[in-house]
């Protein structure tokens, strides 16, 4: 069985951009280099896809890792009840 890790949301993100601006920016000056760095960005979205696909459930503070938003609420929130 393969071992797969999650992967952040951010690398999704960024293989779905990076695959755009190849395929319509840097294809005009190059066929080559555009081909290159599409193919590179389509493998990083594979990627990410069997990432979410086959990461265990369970371990809450792997994913707590993972949710930089959460964090930042819940640290708001802890000041706020501070305050109080």
């Known amino acids: 069985m393969i071992k797969t890790h999650p992967l952040k949301s951010s690398f999704m993100f960024f293989s ?3 695959f755009f601006i190849s395929s319509f920016y840097i294809i005009n000056y190059s066929l080559d ?10 493998i990083m979205f594979i990627s990410s896809v069997v990432s979410m696909s086959r990461v265990p459930i369970g371990d809450e503070e792997h994913y707590r890792e ?10 708001k929130v802890k000041k706020l009840k501070k305050r109080k």
Do not use: D, M
């Open 66 to 75: 993972l949710a930089v938003h959460e964090r930042k609420y819940e640290q």
């Open 33 to 42: 280099w555009g081909f290159a760095f599409a193919s590179a960005f389509v």
């Open 16 to 18: 779905i951009i990076g």
